[in-house]
């Protein structure tokens, strides 16, 4: 079972985070920390492997963004990796050639399609057309209810 | 500002992101949160009700600010009003606030459920998803407590949409791993394996993890899981690369899926169904051809795709560990994968390899891959990919390559990562420990260890090679020779200082005939470190200076003077100062008798477990590097710290916590565990912190199997001799305690306590005089009854105060059941007959065992007397062999006897049978009788 998935920048700036195990907000952050110490520190040629405290990272930079799983002992170091490639994928897909500003603004979409993806550390629906077929039908939704609220989104400063 | 604004932006949102982007400093970030966080407050508190889109908009910028890494304090209500907004986007953030932001306030989580089960019930897929992922991302108990048994439901019921079937199923996982005694499938454990026959494969994607868990806590209520996931495989396996559409990843068919079911396998031994086991056989078959295949697409998500499921096989042959063909094809391909250009695969294949290193099947076909592994342990770029390489040379290690292994893993660590040196350390010290077959490697490895990394040879390390050194005669000139050679490079670790020290002070005498190592020298060239040293280490090297008066009294003079200097005498820490003054006395006062009676030899240490193994256990948890294997081996060669002959009858009572000198005066009973740490310390404390109390001193217990008087237990306070004689069921012992010091022992008690079935069979002991005069001697009367056959031993609890200090010691009682022997005189015809009768093989007990001690004959026969057999002559037709014949009597029953007892002079082994109407005595006399011969 995945524990966290992590996104951060080149320059540290974390720009996702999903907990499937209980921490404290202290412990959260000492994670993070830690780990982004690590992986940004590694060279580019090197694994995306490594032993991390009892646990397995896999990693992968994509861009200037970095994308950090922490798995179990038992789980697949490979299919994690298609796991991030995946998702890196339906982000694309969703914002149409997605880069790390899309992510910024769009924060709360990032986790909606990772929700559609992943539950509970564990592959939910693995199908691209199925997971974008779930948000774009929220997107849908959305659509057809602000028109009730007319032209008010537009001027609206702060 | 990005271009795409899906469904509907918040430019509210986007404005307060892009300031904060903007922000040259932290300052100034702060500022503009703490306005924002301003703003907002005055907003959920004004009087004008908000809409739902600012409540929305305000709850987001909340979250955005947290995720920055900020505390947030207020606006969980407005969150969790969100939540009973019928507009999709309103409750979608509510849901992300609460997700991320939980609160275990009560009061909340109430209200949380609360629109969670209207959710639940609304018959809305969309929603119902919505309150799925929350409960799952959240998995508190409360929720548990509220949910667990309605999802079940929601999972397996018909009407079910897939997508909402799909997070029902890892929303329970979820609750299942925080609350497992909530969550109860019961009834819905045959129609949840049944999802795995689900048409949509996304069903099965997320009920496959739900399975995998659950049958990791009840395989055999999950068990009809195997058949179904190797048939689901072997559709997967065998199915072209298109057929299963948007499944197919990169022209690899569902690897997320087999990936999972080759996982839920390994819950499970190989099936029993010879049908589905070969299916499954020929499933990964199929995997291991495809790796042979040509690649279908140069992408890496091909190739990983496809390696996964590949391990993810290889993981399941390894774990099924019965089909050799399976494993020698696995390895093969692994060894393909050690020279790949993918660094992500050498990685794991040298991780892989290393579980393939323990099967016996796998074991040589690991082996020759050796020189690729050394190579990748010098030429990999990446830390963690030797680390790996370190790792499995380790594994497959054995008697014929240990040589080379563990030259390779010494010459690595001399440019090794600071972070590995450690554990490598540790891993050489143990190979070079398990797989020594002359003792001279064995030290030469352990100084060449210190030498090149001693910073990173911990105390368990240099513990561990002095304890072998001193169990085992053969090597102490050679170890003494070796490290008065290592002392005299200029600059020498301090470990070695210590290892030195200790060694030289116990066996520099094996190497004194030689001037250039005279005892002098040898004192110089200690000495000459001395002020370099740490203050433990320099309390090591007074011991050994004092061990130097004893074992040349040449140096005698030269010592003292060091002792007598002020810096010795009057150091100013306390323990060096004690070692100088005390040493400096004991030296000029003491007789050279009494002197070489203090400053003995150490006794050989007990054998048990090396405790670096144990600190690389706890390095590494349980699980990795194969540890139980390595045990095991130990336990087949086991030769190393085995105490040899000495230990046998050495006079002295080797005990584990023996200090360096031995003359600790606190009880040096304890058996415990011995934290090394106290190899050194408290040479002359009088009161050891507490005296040791848990541990059982059973050292004098096997000498009176087979007699009745003697002395039961001595230490340099107490004396403790037994008489005993026994008629029938019954038995007396007189218990003598002498006080060898001149002082008075006080509050002198004494408890017997029977543990087990032996309750109540001392029927009385008076108790004992609390005060013992110095040289006085008291005695104790216990009688004794067997009440029934019995295995364990009555435990003396003695309790005493020394001079202010609490002394406490536990011994085992020598009452045996042998005791309540009645010899019977029988004749050969009549002694097989019984013989015969008694061939139940549980009524039989047999050990084949090394003979310990000279196999005399009169020994032998005074032994088996002393037993309280009667020994017949002429019953074995070998008159080599040793028959007796006796009965047991306890006050329920009698148990008739039967020995044999067969010597192999040539081998210096015997076999032991005994053959009793009741086989829990058969037992207990075989152990015993095992260990007297």
Request: charged share 25%; proline share 4%.
């Amino acid at each position: 079972m995945m524990q966290f998935m992590l996104l951060f920048s080149r320059q540290g700036k974390l720009r996702l985070q999903k907990w499937y195990v209980p921490l404290s907000d202290k412990e959260k952050k000492k994670i993070t920390r830690e780990l982004v110490q690590t992986v940004l520190a590694r060279k580019p040629k090197m694994c995306s492997f490594l032993e991390w405290r009892d646990l397995k990272v896999v990693y992968k930079r994509y861009a200037s963004l970095y994308f950090c799983c922490a798995i179990e002992d038992q789980d697949n170091e490979l299919i994690t990796l298609e796991i991030i490639h995946r998702y890196v994928e339906l982000l694309d897909k969703y914002f149409g050639s997605v880069c790390e500003l899309d992510i910024i603004f769009n924060f709360e979409k990032a986790y909606f399609i990772l929700d559609e993806f992943l539950l509970g550390g564990e592959a939910q629906e693995t199908s691209k057309k199925n997971v974008l077929k779930a948000i774009e039908q929220a997107d849908l939704l959305q659509e057809s209810q602000s028109e009730d609220w007319g032209s008010l989104p537009n001027e609206e400063i702060l | 500002m990005p271009a795409v604004s899906k469904g509907d932006g918040m430019r509210g949102l986007a404005v307060f992101i892009s300031d904060i982007r903007n922000c040259k400093s932290k300052e100034a970030e702060i500022k503009r949160i703490n306005k924002e966080l301003a703003n907002i407050r005055s907003k959920f508190k004004g009087d004008k009700a908000l809409d739902g889109y600012s409540k929305k908009k305000y709850v987001c910028k909340l979250l955005f600010i947290f995720l920055l890494g900020h505390d947030i304090d207020f606006g969980h209500m407005e969150a969790v009003n969100l939540l009973s907004s019928n507009k999709y986007t309103e409750k979608q953030i509510g849901y992300l606030f609460i997700s991320v932001l939980v609160n275990s306030n009560s009061e909340l989580i109430r209200l949380i459920n609360n629109a969670i089960k209207n959710d639940l019930s609304s018959r809305n897929p969309t929603f119902m998803c919505l309150a799925l992922h929350c409960i799952a991302n959240v998995g508190s108990r409360e929720m548990a407590e509220a949910f667990a048994s309605e999802i079940p439901r929601i999972l397996v019921a018909g009407d079910t949409m897939d997508s909402v079937k799909q997070s029902a199923a890892l929303c329970l996982l979820r609750l299942y791993k925080t609350s497992p005694d909530l969550v109860l499938m019961g009834e819905w454990t045959s129609r949840v394996v049944h999802l795995l026959n689900d048409q949509h494969m996304g069903v099965v994607t997320a009920a496959i993890s739900l399975i995998t868990c659950l049958s990791q806590k009840n395989p055999d209520e999950f068990k009809t899981c195997v058949s179904l996931a190797v048939s689901r495989l072997s559709r997967i396996v065998s199915s072209a690369s298109t057929d299963l559409q948007d499944y197919t990843y990169y022209f690899v068919p569902a690897p997320w899926l087999s990936c999972k079911l080759l996982r839920l396998l390994q819950c499970y031994p190989p099936p029993e169904d010879g049908a589905v086991k070969g299916r499954l056989v020929e499933c990964l078959e199929t995997i291991l051809n495809k790796a042979q295949e040509p690649p279908k697409s140069k992408k890496v998500q091909h190739s990983n795709a496809k390696n996964a499921i590949l391990f993810e096989a290889i993981s399941l042959i390894i774990h099924y560990d019965s089909e050799p063909n399976l494993l020698v094809r696995a390895c093969n391909q692994l060894g393909q994968f050690l020279q790949h250009r993918e660094t992500n695969l050498r990685y794991l294949a040298l991780e892989s390899m290393c579980t393939l290193a323990s099967s016996e099947f796998s074991h040589e076909a690991v082996k020759t891959h050796i020189e690729t592994v050394i190579n990748a342990l010098k030429t990999e770029r990446d830390v963690s990919v030797r680390q790996r390489a370190a790792d499995l040379l380790y594994a497959m290690c054995d008697r014929s390559n240990a040589k080379q292994i563990v030259a390779e893993m010494l010459s690595y660590l001399e440019t090794a990562d600071y972070s590995i040196r450690e554990e490598m350390v540790l891993k050489v010290a143990i190979l070079a420990e398990k797989y020594a077959v002359d003792y001279s490697w064995y030290v030469d490895t352990i100084l060449n260890l210190i030498r090149i990394a001693g910073d990173y040879v911990s105390e368990e390390v240099w513990y561990r090679v002095i304890q072998i050194v001193i169990n085992r005669d053969d090597v102490q000139g050679y170890a003494a020779k070796t490290v008065f050679e290592a002392l005299q490079a200029p600059a020498c670790h301090e470990n070695m200082v210590k290892v030195g020290g200790y060694i030289l002070g116990e066996f520099g005498n094996l190497i004194a005939g030689d001037p250039r190592s005279s005892p002098l020298v040898q004192f110089n060239l200690l000495h000459s470190k001395f002020h370099l040293c740490s203050v433990p280490t320099r309390a090591l090297l007074l011991s050994a200076y004092i061990k130097f008066i004893n074992l040349f009294p040449e140096t005698k003079a030269t010592i003292q003077e060091v002792l007598r200097c002020d810096s010795q005498i009057r150091n100013s820490d306390v323990e060096l100062q004690q070692r100088a003054v005390e040493y400096l006395k004991l030296s000029s006062i003491a007789s050279t008798d009494v002197l070489a009676t203090v400053l003995e030899e150490m006794p050989p240490f007990p054998e048990r477990e090396s405790s670096i193994l144990a600190k690389l256990k706890k390095k590494k948890g349980p699980g990795a590097v194969s540890v139980t294997e390595l045990e095991d081996g130990k336990r087949e060669s086991g030769e190393l710290n085995g105490g040899g002959d000495r230990g046998q009858d050495a006079a002295s009572t080797p005990s584990p916590s023996a200090d360096l000198l031995g003359i600790r005066s606190s009880a040096p009973v304890s058996a415990a565990p011995a934290s090394a740490g106290s190899l050194l310390v408290d040479v002359f404390s009088e009161a050891g912190p507490a005296a040791p109390s848990g541990a059982v001193n059973d050292d004098g217990f096997l000498r009176f199997v087979c007699k009745n008087n003697g002395v039961l237990f001595e230490n340099q306070l107490l004396q403790i001799g037994i008489k005993s004689e026994y008629r029938q069921n019954l038995g007396r012992m007189y218990l003598f305690y002498g006080n060898k010091t001149s002082v008075q022992f006080a509050s002198f008690t004494t408890t017997v306590n029977c543990p087990g079935e032996l309750q109540s069979h001392i029927l009385q002991s008076k108790p004992v005089e609390p005060l013992v005069e110095g040289g006085a001697q008291i005695q104790q009367v216990l009688n004794i009854e067997c009440l029934t056959d019995f295995s364990d031993a009555p435990l003396l609890n003695i309790k005493f105060r020394y001079g202010g200090a609490l002394q406490n010691l536990t011994l085992k009682l020598p009452v045996t059941i042998n005791k309540f022997f009645q010899p019977t005189e029988m004749a050969s015809q009549d002694f097989f007959q019984r013989w015969k009768q008694l061939s139940q093989p549980q009524q039989e007990a047999q050990k084949i065992f090394k003979a310990n001690h000279g196999m005399d004959t009169e020994v032998i026969k005074a032994k088996l007397l002393g037993l309280g057999m009667a020994l017949l002559d002429n019953v074995d037709p070998n008159p080599e062999n040793y028959v007796c014949a006796g009965v047991i009597q306890t006050k329920s029953q009698q148990v008739g006897c039967l020995l044999r007892l067969e010597p192999n002079a040539q081998a210096q082994m015997y076999r032991l049978t005994l053959r009793c109407s009741k086989d829990s005595v058969s037992k207990r006399l075989c152990e015993l009788l095992a260990q007297q011969f």
